[in-house]
């Protein structure tokens, strides 16, 4: 009876050391700087398909191919790597991987500053574009402008409360609510988006220099450290 009651307790042992992080973290890298981003669980279609081009190296090499200062940056064209495309005066964002990934709106998941989010074009199901993303930089809005907002550009639909203190106090783009698929969100580095935000562009809003990213996977090691303090109160 000591022995199977040994045996368990390593067993549970073992499991609790190989138990991996709750959370897909993701890295960018760029001559702006980096930021880190976690993936949210609650898109499990939006995380797998982008851990999957992280793992094969799709992102790299491409460019945030268009900016706007208090609104967002957006890249993820493989358009942009081609250099015959990416030329000055060159028209990029219309690359894509030949499928679109389901929408996945949330009530919690907002257009806070800092989310990553899913480009798209206009389609009826609202499907997201299957490699091209933004993430926002955002300004906050008084609450005028944000009764406004749901009344126009939201059909209606009204943001919580909690939200509402958020886009009032930090910032962010409450009028892309549940019309695109927001994933992830970063947990350090916002002002690399700043400063890409900032950069000189032109009519098309593309930056007049390139903006070329890395993205790659944070270990388990690395996920499990970030869980520990971002999550402090969850064992």
């Known amino acids: 009876m000591k022995r199977l009651f040994t045996l368990s307790l390593l067993l549970l ?45 799709f992102y790299n090499g491409t460019l945030f191919h268009r900016v706007i200062q208090n609104f967002m940056i957006q890249g993820g064209d493989p358009d942009s790597r081609d250099t ?48 091209q993303f933004y993430i926002v930089e955002g300004k906050r809005f008084t609450a005028g402008k944000l009764d406004t907002l749901e009344q126009t550009r939201l059909k209606g639909h009204k943001i919580p409360g909690w939200q509402r203190d958020y886009y009032e106090s930090v910032g962010g783009a409450p009028h892309l609510d549940q019309n695109y698929t927001v ?19 032109d009519k098309n809003d593309r930056p007049t220099e390139d903006v070329p990213m890395t993205v790659e996977l944070l270990n388990k090691s690395e996920c499990k450290d970030l869980d520990k303090v971002l999550f402090p109160e969850e064992k």
């Open 13 to 57: 042992t073992i499991t609790a050391f190989a138990k991996g992080p709750k959370n897909q973290y993701v890295r960018i890298k760029t001559s702006y700087g980096t930021c880190i981003i976690r993936l949210y669980n609650e898109t499990p279609k939006h995380r797998d398909n982008f851990i999957k081009l992280v793992k094969q190296g």
């Open 84 to 131: 015959t495309k990416r030329k000055p005066g060159a028209e990029l964002g219309n690359g894509d991987v030949g499928y679109t990934v389901q929408a996945e709106f949330r009530d919690s998941l907002f257009h806070k500053r800092g989310v990553l989010a899913a480009a798209r074009d206009d389609n009826p199901t609202k499907a997201s574009s299957g490699c």
């Open 183 to 201: 994933y992830g969100e970063v947990v350090y580095g916002i002002d690399m988006v700043d400063r890409i935000a900032a950069v000189k562009k």
